[in-house]
DNA sequence: TTATTTTACGCAATCGTTTGCGTAAACCTC
DNA sequence: GAGGTTTACGCAAACGATTGCGTAAAATAA
C-alpha cells in the first residue's frame, strides 16, 4: 500500500507538507496542492488510521459492549448509538458478550488497550457483578453505561426509569379495576427485570393490592420459556399478566389462547418495551414504551460530551410512558 | 498510560525483553519473568494494540457494514459473525448505512485506511450501484459479500438462494390448490426483493400460472408501508400473497383481518425470513426459513480461510427451507 | 581446561504518521 | 534596496510496539 513517503516522493516534496496538505492544514501553494493531489491519485494513498492513531492518541473510534444484537430493544441502542457516533465521524467497535457476564470483562479489556477513545456499556449486570472492575475500567478510558443502574457507583449513565414505567401499567391496570395480578420476569438476579417487578409491586402495595408470590415466574427474556411461566401462572386465574417484555407479554397471549380465554375480555395483558412486537400481535399489546432508540443516542452524546470536558459522573434518564393498545 | 518501556525500566531489563515475554515467546529465565511480572502488575500495562497493529500490520479486526441493525435478518447475519470472529480473537467494527447506500462508500472507506485485516458487506445493493466500488476494494483488503449476488463478479460470497426459497413458497402455494396470488416485495430496485420476486414468478411460470402487474407492490420492507400495500391488493381479491419479509407478511395479516377476511379460510399469508416474528402473530405464518445467523457464522469462517490462504473467490450457499404453520 | 553450542537478553531500525522548530523565498513598507 | 513580515516547506524526533542481529554468559561436550 502506498504511505505518505512514497506520495511525497513522487510528488517532490517532503512528508510533513503531505501531511499538512492532507489535514487541511493551509500553506501549501497552489502548485505544490496539484503535485500533490496527482501523486495521492496516482498511487491510490489513503492515510493510515492506525499510524495516525499512534501518533497522536486519538483513535476516533468508539468500543460499545452489549449482551447480545438479537435482542430488538439492544439492537435500537446500539441504532442510536452508530447513528450519532458516526454522525460524529466516529467508528464503532462492537463486542457481545452472548448474555455470559463472565465474557464482559474480556470484551472491555480487548477494547481497551488504545484501541478506543471511548466506550460504552450497555444492559444489567447480574447480582453485583462486575461493579469493581468497571470502576477500574472508568480511570482508564471515558465511559458511560446505559441501563445499569447502581444504587451508588459514579458513573456517566443514562437510565431508563423500569420502576416508573412499571407504576404506569400498575396504576393504569389498577384504574381499570383489575385486582388479581400475575408477573413474568426476566431473570431472578438481573438488575433490569428487578427494578420493573419491584416498580409494579411498589405501586400495587400503595393501592392496597398484594402480590402473591405464586403469581410471579422467570420468563429469562424467550418467547418460549415465557410461554411455559404463562401456561403455570394462568393456572392461578390472574385477571391480568404483567410481562417484563414484548416478546414475552406474545407469549403469553398464545398461552391464553391455547388456554381457550381471550384477550382482553377474559384476561389483559400488559408488555414492555414498545418493539415492533407489539403492533403485530393480535390483539396489539399494551406496553410500556421505552424509547431505546433515543438512549443510545443520548448515550453516544454524554460520552462525546465527557470526552470533551471531563468532571463528575452526569446521568440521564429515559422516561417511559404507556402505550394503550388492545390487549387491555 | 503505562507503556512497554516503563515496564522494562521498573523490571530492570530491555523492552525486547518484555516484548518477547508477554508474547510468549520462550528463553526468558525465571528470575526475569518474575521481575516483569510485578513491573506490568504495579504498573497496570496492557499492551498497546494500535501500535502493535502499526507494527505488524495486523490489527486483529474485521470490520462489518450493514444497511441497518434494526431488520432482526440483519442482526442475526451480525450475530452469527460476532461470535464467530470472537471466538477466533478478532474484533469487529460496525458501519452501519442506514439504508443509504451512499454511506456505504464512505463506510467501506473509513474502515480500510488500515483499520481492519478484513471486510465483511452484508446486504444487497441497489441496481448495480457501487459494484466497481467493490470490485477495487476486494484487491485493497479480503473481502466476503453476503447475500450480494452479482450476475458476474468475482467476489468471496455467502449467499442465501433466495430465489429458490420463493420457489419453495410458490410451489407449496400451487400444491395446495391455489391460483390467483398476490406480492409484496422490498424495494422494486433492491436485488434480494427482486431475486424473491423473481423465483416466485418463475415457479408460477412453470405450472402455467401468470402473475398479474397489478398484483405486485412494494412494501420497503415496513410494517405499515406493507399494511398499505397489502390494502390495495386485498381489492383484487387474490387468494394467497406473498410477502418478502415476516414483518410485511404480518403487515398482511392486519391488513386482512381489517378487511373482514380470516386467514388462512379466506385466504393464504406466507412471510419470508423465518424470524421470531413469525411465531407470534395469529395464526402463526407459514414461512420460508433463511438461516441467517448461519449464513453471518459462515461469512465469518470464509472471510478467516481467506486470510490465512487467498486464491480464487469461494462461495457459500445457503440454503433455504419452507416452514409450514398456520396461515396457509 | 578448552572448544562449542545454546540460552538470555541488549541494541537499534522500523511501521506510517504528526508536529515543533528552523529557514529560504516571497511579499510589504518606506 | 534595506529591513521586517509572512508564507511555504524541509528536518528530525516522537508515538509504542516488534524483531533481526549480535554477543556475553551459561551449559554442554571433548
Given amino acids: 500500500m502506498a504511505n505518505i513517503k512514497s506520495v ?3 510528488a517532490g516534496v517532503n512528508v510533513s507538507t503531505v501531511s499538512r496538505y492532507v489535514a487541511g492544514k493551509l500553506n501549501v501553494k497552489k502548485e505544490t496542492r496539484e503535485k500533490i493531489d ?6 491510490g494513498y489513503r492515510p493510515h488510521a492506525t499510524a495516525k492513531a499512534l501518533k497522536t492518541s486519538v483513535t476516533n473510534c468508539i468500543g460499545i459492549v452489549i449482551p447480545t444484537i438479537r435482542n430488538p430493544l439492544f439492537a435500537d441502542i446500539v441504532a442510536g448509538l452508530t447513528q450519532r457516533l458516526e454522525a460524529n465521524k466516529f467508528t464503532t467497535m462492537l463486542y457481545s458478550t452472548e448474555n455470559h457476564l463472565s465474557k464482559e470483562k474480556e470484551g472491555i479489556g480487548t477494547l481497551l488497550a488504545g484501541r478506543v477513545d471511548g466506550l460504552v456499556v450497555v444492559g444489567s449486570s447480574g447480582k453485583t457483578g462486575s461493579r469493581d472492575w468497571l470502576e477500574e ?10 441501563n445499569r443502574c447502581w444504587q451508588n457507583g459514579d458513573f456517566n449513565r443514562v437510565i431508563t426509569d423500569f420502576t416508573a414505567g412499571s407504576r404506569l401499567a400498575a396504576d393504569y391496570l389498577v384504574g381499570k ?3 388479581r395480578f400475575a408477573v413474568i420476569t426476566g431473570y431472578k438476579d438481573n438488575e433490569e427485570s428487578q427494578l ?7 405501586e400495587l402495595w400503595q393501592r392496597g ?5 405464586d ?6 427474556f424467550s418467547y418460549d420459556k415465557a410461554y411455559h411461566a404463562a401456561r403455570k401462572l394462568l393456572g392461578y386465574r390472574p385477571e391480568a399478566v404483567f410481562a417484563a417484555s414484548d416478546l414475552m407479554a406474545a407469549a403469553v397471549l398464545k398461552a391464553t389462547k391455547d388456554c381457550g380465554l381471550v384477550v382482553p375480555e377474559d384476561m389483559a395483558v400488559i408488555g414492555y418495551g414498545d418493539s415492533q412486537i407489539s403492533q403485530i ?6 406496553t410500556v414504551a421505552q424509547h431505546a432508540v433515543e438512549s443510545g443516542a443520548a448515550a453516544a452524546n454524554l460520552l462525546i460530551e465527557v470526552m470533551k470536558e471531563p468532571g463528575p459522573a452526569r446521568e440521564v434518564i429515559m422516561r417511559t410512558e404507556l402505550v394503550v393498545r388492545q390487549s387491555t
Avoid: C, N, S
Wanted: proline fraction near 4%.
Fill in 137 to 146: 475500567v472508568k480511570d482508564i478510558i471515558p465511559l458511560v453505561v446505559v
Fill in 209 to 213: 393490592i398484594m402480590l402473591g408470590q
Fill in 38 to 43: 496527482a501523486a495521492i491519485a496516482e498511487l
Fill in 8 to 10: 511525497a516522493q513522487k
Fill in 281 to 286: 400481535t393480535t390483539p396489539a399489546l399494551t
Fill in 196 to 202: 420493573k417487578l419491584y416498580g409494579f409491586e411498589q
Fill in 215 to 220: 403469581m410471579v415466574a422467570e420468563g429469562f
Fill in 177 to 179: 379495576g383489575y385486582r
